[in-house]
């Protein structure tokens, strides 16, 4: 048999966005940092090897990017990348 190797649709990379307003995304999907911890732990526990993009709007708070990269370190997810938007 022939086994053609497919991108997997749970290992792609998460992406949690923060817009200018503070708001949270994961996957698009509005979330709070309250729900943010559940969510990467289910992504961790369901992937074997998590990736997390991180998405900064310019005018997003420095405080609530670090807070979500805290929350991604605090779960154990070592593959995260950061892109700022230069508005």
């Given at each position: 048999?022939e086994?053609?190797e497919k991108?997997?649709e749970?290992?792609?990379?998460?992406?949690?966005?923060?817009?200018?307003?503070?708001?949270?995304?994961?996957?698009?999907?509005?979330?709070?940092?309250?729900?943010?911890?559940l969510?990467?732990?289910?992504?961790?526990?369901t992937s074997?090897?998590?990736?997390?993009?991180?998405n900064?709007?310019?005018?997003?708070?420095f405080?609530?990017?670090?807070?979500v990269?805290?929350?991604?370190?605090a779960?154990?997810?070592?593959?995260?990348?950061?892109?700022?938007?230069?508005?």
């Amino acid at each position: 048999t022939e086994e053609v190797e497919k991108p997997k649709e749970k290992d792609k990379p998460v992406t949690l966005s923060i817009d200018g307003k503070g708001d949270v995304f994961y996957n698009k999907e509005k979330i709070t940092l309250a729900q943010l911890p559940l969510r990467l732990q289910t992504l961790k526990s369901t992937s074997k090897d998590p990736k997390v993009i991180i998405n900064g709007d310019a005018k997003a708070s420095f405080n609530t990017v670090v807070a979500v990269l805290d929350a991604v370190r605090a779960i154990g997810i070592a593959k995260v990348g950061i892109n700022t938007d230069k508005k």
